[in-house]
């Protein structure tokens, strides 16, 4: 089957070699700085942007997804269930990774990280509500979420809720997160991201 998203264009570095991150389009203004569409072949930062203010923006947004996938279980301050089954060396998640780009493409006929990118889009709260101390009481306030939050929070929606289903379901790593990512960029809201992205609007708008 021919990959419209594979380029023959010699010396070209494609993610995976295959699909070509600088074809996506971000729809949502406010995450064009924040989603890195570099092309990358493997997950080589090694924490090179770690000095810099906002140095998870230079980070390419495939590798940014690896990253989440190392602490699936993670939920606040600790981990909410364990994250053992991911992991091991980034080589595991990186292979998980390609294989569900594979999946997406040969499901939708579509560039996976278009459809990655879909998904975050449809994950990310623009509105959260915080807590603070007034007098003796606590109050409720909506504030508006940072761009860099917005896509840290859905990319981590997105993993956890792949994870759980495959802890809950016994389902195949490759299989859940596929489908977690085709649901998300559908909007559909069955998928935990997508929920968890309306509630946290919907008490925003409650809140103001």
Known sequence: MSNPAK???????????????????????????????????????????????????????????????????????????????????????????????????????????????????????????VTYQRGGARARKAVIMAPQRRVDVALRLLVQGAYEKRLAESEDAVETLTNELIGAADGNNEIRAVRTKERKEREAEGAR
Do not use: C
Request: glycine fraction near 6%; avoid cysteine.
């Open 7 to 129: 380029i023959e264009v010699e010396d070209k570095v494609l993610t995976f070699g295959k699909y070509d991150a600088e074809e996506v389009e971000i729809g949502d203004d406010g995450l064009v700085r924040y989603i890195n569409l570099e092309n990358i072949l493997s997950p080589r930062s090694k924490g090179r942007h770690t000095e810099r203010q906002f140095y998870k923006a230079e980070v390419p947004i495939t590798e940014r997804l690896l990253t989440h996938m190392y602490v699936a279980g993670h939920r606040g301050n600790k981990h909410y269930i364990t994250s053992g089954k991911n992991t091991g060396k980034s080589e595991k998640l990186w292979n998980i990774i390609e294989e569900v780009f594979d999946n997406i493409y040969e499901q939708t006929d579509e560039n996976p990280i278009q459809v990655l990118v879909d998904a975050i889009e449809n994950s990310a709260p623009v509105e959260e509500v």
